[in-house]
């Protein structure tokens, strides 16, 4: 792990994984970048909530994006992926760790 997070960092990204919507769309990302209509198709959620939820993990800092046209492409955060545990696709916070499985 390159970074230890402080508390109030940890803090915020466990907050913004408080719901089911997120883990999941956190586990799709983890598997490779996406647009927001790729996870709007993966995970069958609405547009405006997959948006939603993405401005949450956006706001925690463990997702960004980037524009490619008039798509915006988001991913995790390069800090963020590299406390990925590669072994059993899970995240080291320091504080805490958190595996999907």
């Known amino acids: 792990m390159d970074k230890t997070l402080d508390t109030a960092e940890c803090a915020r990204i466990l907050k913004s ?3 089911e919507s997120r883990l999941k769309i ?3 990302l983890l598997q490779g970048e996406c647009s927001v209509s790729q996870v709007v198709q993966s995970l069958n959620l609405p547009q405006p ?7 949450i993990l956006r706001g925690s800092g463990l ?6 046209g008039n798509r915006v492409i988001n991913f995790i955060d390069p800090e963020i992926r590299s406390m990925l ?12 760790s958190i595996t999907f499985e």
């Open 17 to 19: 994984l408080g719901d």
């Open 63 to 68: 997702v960004n994006t980037r524009r490619e």
């Open 49 to 55: 909530q997959a948006s939603h939820h993405l401005a």
């Open 26 to 28: 956190v586990q799709l």
């Open 85 to 96: 545990n590669k072994k059993d696709l899970g995240l080291d916070l320091g504080c805490c």
